[in-house]
Each structure stands twice: as C-alpha cells, then as structure tokens.
C-alpha cells in the first residue's frame, strides 16, 4: 500500500528545483565494493527480528545471505523497536573495529506511515536554512537520546573502532539525518545508504555533501529504483539528494562487480538513477537489491521498502 502510494506520486511530472551538478562519472575500487557489501548486510541484518529483540547476541540471518558479518566477531550493545519509532540495534564489530547504529526499512504500519509524512521540517540547529523530512525526522528525535548515549558509552569504551550509521530505505532517509546530526554533536563517522530516499531540502544536501569532506556520505543507488527519487520536487516543497552517489548499474540477482557502480558527483545530479527510467513496479525488484538481497528477512509485502 505504502510503495503503491509512493509510485502513484511518481507518476506526476514535475520539475526538479535545483540545478543538477555532474562533476564526475567512473568505478569504484574492489576495497569500497566490499565495504559496500558489508554495509548492506548490516543494513539486511536489521529486519531480521532476533537481531531486534535481545541484546548481547552476533548478528544472525537465518538465510545465509550475510557472510561477511556471520564470520565477524559481532555482538548487538542496544536495540530500538516501538510504535511510534524507527526499528534498529547498535552493534560492534570488533573483527573490523567498527560501531554500527543500523536503521531498519519499512515494515510497520507506522513505517508507511513515516514515510508518507513528507512535510518540511526545520532543522536550523543542525545548520541555516536547512530542513528536513518530517517523518524521518519525527523517527531519529524517538531513539536520538538513546541511540546517542549507547554511542558515546561504546565510543569511550572502544576508542580505536570506527562509527557507521546504517539504512535501506526508509532506513538509509533516517540514517542520513542521524549521522549528520551526529557529527554535529563531534562524533566522525560514515553514512552508508541503500536505496534512501531524499532527506530534506537543498540546504540540507549541500550541508551533508559538504561536512565530512573527502567522503561525507556513501549513498548507493540501484539502477531504475524509484525510492531515491521521492519526495518529488512540487511546488513550495524543495527536495535533494546529497553527493556523491554511488549508482548500481547492474540487473537485480547480479553479483556486483566494481565496473558496475558508478561513482557520480553532484547535488541532484541527473546522471544516476534520478536520470534513469520511470520504474512504477512495485514491489520494485531494483530496490530490494543493493549488493545482495536486501529484503531476504522481510516478508513480501515488507520487502517492497
């Protein structure tokens, strides 16, 4: 229903607000491949409901399809899951000393619910003129004191490790304002997305893009995947996508190679996927595909986001 919704607004034609950028175009390295692929298992992991439910356990799938993380060293520190608030765990790697605050795409009734809340919110403490998507936003403040708490205690507990903040879908338009928020408050860390959709206004891209440089958020795309494309641009609302993006190119059930992601600059950029093809099925097979299957834990009314 929620993904029907979503594909309905698709179909209108608008025009995009900003002026795209496109700066560059070209592979990625097999190191970033891999980095992608485990990322995305930490995002799968997230909607596979033992890894929600109790703390002090690895991260488990019982389909097999997470390798990287089943042969780490994993144990889940906290857990966040309610009705009024985004689903996900906080875990700590210590094979690759890493923290991962991980967001889970959208299941529930209130997950759709969060995902048609496409109002504009200001977000001017995080930085001038900036807004963002309401819902996802509404669903970081529910665990923000939480989630902040549990990473300052893991942090001083393990210095030497490396902080990401995780999502696909729903999850990866949480993610991106929750590391970003995150930062501002001095933690230095990675943002991975999957197939996130836009999270807020222009000046808020250009904020993201800008504020961990070289490399300020790692946001992958797949091929004609609609998510990254919404909100659409309507009148007196003003939705971007930070830079860079890194496009998926290859079929859905392909094993990614580093020749089929492309890495684009650009805020907006018309060159990915917000240039490719209008995609209206649903459920999408592009989007439940990011370096693997990304809804193997979800059943298939919530694999569609």
Not at 47 to 52: E, H, K, S, T
Not at 73 to 90: A, K, L, R
Not at 152 to 161: D, E, G, Q, T
């Amino acid at each position: 229903m929620v993904g029907s919704m979503i594909l309905a607004l698709l179909s209108l034609s608008v025009t995009s607000i900003a002026s795209p950028v496109q700066l560059a175009r070209r592979a990625i390295s097999t190191e970033l491949l891999e980095r992608f692929t485990l990322f995305s298992q930490f995002a799968t992991l997230s909607a596979c409901d033992q890894n929600i439910n109790h703390t002090g356990q690895s991260l488990t799938c019982d389909y097999g399809n997470c390798p990287l993380v089943a042969a780490d060293n994993t144990t889940v520190i906290d857990t966040f899951h309610s009705d009024h608030g985004p689903t996900g765990y906080i875990a700590l790697d210590h094979t690759r000393k890493l923290i991962v605050l991980t967001f889970r795409g959208t299941v529930s009734k209130s997950d759709g619910n969060t995902d048609l809340d496409i109002a504009l919110t200001s977000v001017s403490d995080v930085c001038t003129g900036c807004k963002a998507h309401h819902g996802f936003w509404a669903y970081w403040s529910a665990v923000a004191a939480q989630a902040t708490s549990q990473l300052h205690n893991a942090m001083n507990a393990y210095p030497s490790y490396r902080l990401s903040v995780v999502g696909h879908s729903l999850g990866g338009g949480i993610a991106a304002l929750a590391g970003t928020v995150l930062r501002t408050k001095g933690f230095s860390l990675d943002i991975w997305t999957f197939g996130g959709p836009k999270p807020g206004n222009l000046k808020l891209a250009e904020f993201i893009s800008n504020q961990q440089a070289p490399n300020s958020i790692y946001r992958a795309t797949h091929t004609t995947d609609p998510i990254p494309k919404v909100p659409l641009n309507l009148p007196f609302f003003d939705w971007s996508q930070p830079s860079p993006e890194y496009w998926i190119t290859q079929k859905t059930g392909v094993q990614v190679t580093t020749d089929g992601v492309e890495y684009i600059e650009g805020i907006n950029s018309k060159v990915g996927n917000a240039g490719s093809d209008r995609d209206l099925r649903w459920p999408n097979p592009n989007h439940g595909w990011y370096f693997g299957n990304m809804s193997v834990c979800a059943n298939p009314i919530d694999a569609t986001s």
